[in-house]
């Protein structure tokens, strides 16, 4: 494994660090408004459904969260399930990986 995010502080107009801080309410607020909407919670057996929620990636190059309500073809007999990779969200550009193998 390689180290793929490199530790990064970003500083103002003048050099000096700049703290970024989004409040955990502030990103509560947003997802409550914006996830758990996908079809899937409409499924008769939903309330037994093994994933569910918002989950996010961490060190996982540009994948970032995860809406499982967007997943498809829920089978509960067969523990199966599809999800369009294409709904996942994901961080813009990518750092280069160090110490790669």
Do not use: C
Request: glycine share 8%.
């Amino acid at each position: 494994f390689g180290k793929l995010i490199p530790e990064y502080i970003p500083v103002d107009n003048s050099g000096e660090p700049l703290q970024v801080l989004v409040q955990n309410h502030a990103v509560r607020s947003h997802l409550e408004k914006v996830a758990g909407r996908g079809k899937l919670v409409n499924h008769p057996d939903y309330r037994n459904m093994p994933l569910k929620g918002v989950y996010m990636f961490y060190g996982n190059g540009p994948d970032a969260l995860i809406d499982f309500s967007l997943m498809t073809n829920w089978d509960p007999q067969n523990n199966s399930l599809d999800f369009d990779m294409a709904l996942l969200s994901q961080q813009t550009g990518l750092p280069s990986i160090e110490f790669a193998n």
